[in-house]
């Protein structure tokens, strides 16, 4: 099972972008809701050593393009193995969106590093596992490997 | 449209100050009047953030009273980090259009009594809200475009550095400067990681400042000859281009227009440097520098005060300092003080000069362009 991602299309010019906006940024058009298939390309990426209020450091964030264009910020484990136009899953977690396979054990780490009451970091990090385990279980959670060879067809 | 002239430039030290917003504020806007030896019809006065900063709010009223020219009108102005220019060009539209005759414009930023978290969070917020809810912060978005530069191979590493060191070199020659010592290029490769790739000593710093101009319609023989405008999407991810700034580009076509002359005419540059990097795009995108050409003026040292195109004279916001909403004003006191030779220590030979200014991460963009009119 292919996570998909919340996006909007322009009637009028075709633009999709990600998260859905109302309004296409480039021109005061309303916009429709499409989703899109979550994985894509790497555009960029970086890791914070200092980070902002509300996160704690390594923070690493990768803007991500997807099928059809629409490019999302995303968090990740890490980036020491990242390269501009590596191949990844997205995946979204209670509306935040996460680059790469991540294991059970990258999926806890990464919701404590988000600041927020303890209640709900551990309830987000069980979710986070629970949805991890069974999308193993069920599909066999696509790995690296398995991205890199099922390139999609960028939609230009 | 009428011609304006600048009759007055001065500005404070940039850098950790102990005085408070408003004696910033009024210790350059009394030098620019004294200079100027007038009394000003209209006021524009322009500060980043004084509601989360410094808790004030009404802050043209403020400023007007404190400054005891309550029976001015005034307004604030506000384009993120480049307010300082939008400030300039509002001053500029006032005096062009008919509507006054002498503006007095000033701009200032109070940040070193703040936590520098608290700080970054507040200066955060100019960023869009899906690419700030990841925890994207200005350097986190300079490294995103960093990265996308290096990897297209636009500039080195080294590159980077080197503008490090000669926007400190530079700022060791300018008593204005927040950082007036300069820096090796191992020093600066060997800097703390901020956001990989962008080290410390390629990030300009939290400054406190303040600059004032007094622009009037009587001509002075320093005019400002060009000011453009260009804008962009708050959120990168929609930009076409990582690693080019269509704000910068369609400023300075703008400017260039209004000026009637090109590029080939500017004989020293104040560029927006908040990292080290951006100076390198902005030095083409603004048409300085044809695409590709810039790294060998940098490599050449032809971007040093002895160099053929001297940029960042001052230091930059790399070594001058970064006070928001002062900067843009102190990039044009510095072209007022190169261009009538009052620029002690890093003095250029010069009668055009571009300064750039960026607003948030490229969304509000200005170039101005000051002329020395024999």
């Known amino acids: 099972m292919m996570e998909t991602v919340a996006a909007s299309r322009c009637p009028d010019c075709g633009w999709v972008v990600a998260p859905p906006a109302r309004i296409c940024p480039r021109h005061p058009v309303e916009m429709t809701p499409v989703e899109l298939s979550g994985y894509g390309s790497v555009l960029s990426y970086t890791t914070l050593t200092v980070a902002p209020e509300g996160f704690k450091p390594p923070l690493h964030i990768a803007v991500v393009e997807l099928p059809g264009g629409a490019r999302i910020f995303c968090h990740g484990r890490e980036t020491r193995h990242l390269r501009i136009g590596r191949r990844v899953a997205v995946e979204q977690v209670d509306g935040i969106f996460y680059f790469a396979s991540l294991g059970i054990a990258d999926r806890v780490s990464l919701f404590w590093k988000r600041r927020g009451a303890a209640p709900d970091r551990t309830r987000d990090a069980l979710k986070s596992a629970v949805k991890g385990f069974f999308s193993a279980y069920k599909n066999g959670a696509a790995t690296p490997n398995q991205e890199e060879k099922n390139p999609i067809e960028k939609q230009k | 449209m009428k011609s304006v002239w600048i009759a007055a430039a001065a500005m404070t030290r940039f850098g950790r100050r102990s005085e408070n917003l408003e004696d910033l504020m009024a210790d350059a806007a009394l030098e620019a009047l004294a200079e100027a030896d007038c009394q000003p019809d209209a006021l524009v006065v322009t500060c980043m953030a004084p509601e989360e900063l410094v808790g004030e709010g009404n802050f043209a009223s403020h400023i007007g009273t404190y400054l005891g020219l309550s029976h001015v009108p005034a307004l604030r102005v506000e384009t993120a980090t480049s307010s300082g220019a939008a400030a300039l060009y509002t001053g500029f539209a006032l005096i062009a259009s008919g509507l006054h005759n002498r503006v007095l414009v000033v701009g200032g ?33 300079a490294a ?10 636009l500039f080195t590493e080294a590159d980077m550095a080197r503008i490090s060191v000669k926007n400190h070199a530079n700022g060791a020659r300018n008593p204005y400067a927040h950082f007036q010592q300069p820096v090796t290029l191992e020093e600066v490769m060997a800097s703390r990681m901020i956001a990989d790739p962008l080290r410390l000593q390629h990030c300009c710093p939290i400054s406190d400042g303040a600059a004032a101009l007094m622009l009037t319609a009587d001509p002075t023989g320093l005019k400002v000859a060009g000011v453009g405008q260009g804008s962009d999407f708050l959120a990168v991810r929609y930009r076409s281009s990582l690693t080019s700034f269509r704000a910068t580009q369609d400023a300075a076509k703008a400017a260039f227009n209004m000026a009637g002359f090109g590029a080939e005419r500017v004989q020293v540059a104040e560029i927006h440097d908040a990292f080290a990097p951006f100076e390198i795009l902005a030095l083409e995108d603004t048409g300085l520098f044809p695409p590709g050409k810039a790294t060998r ?19 930059g916001l790399n070594s001058r300092g970064h006070a928001l909403a002062a900067t843009g004003l102190a990039q044009i006191v510095e072209l007022a003080w190169q261009l009538t030779g009052r620029a002690v220590g890093r003095q250029v030979k010069a009668t055009v000069g571009l300064a750039h200014s960026i607003g948030g991460m490229a969304t509000n963009n200005w170039v101005t362009l000051v002329e020395q009119v024999a």
């Open chain 2, 144 to 153: 995103i475009v960093t990265r996308a530069a290096l990897a297209k191979g």
């Open chain 2, 109 to 141: 930023e109070k940040m070193t009594h703040v936590s520098t978290p608290r700080v970054s969070e507040i200066i955060s917020r100019v960023i869009d809200p899906h690419e700030r809810s990841y925890g994207a912060t200005m350097p986190a978005l």
């Open chain 2, 297 to 315: 003026a940098i490599q050449n040292g032809e971007l040093a005060i002895e160099g053929r195109l001297p940029v960042n004279p001052s230091g």
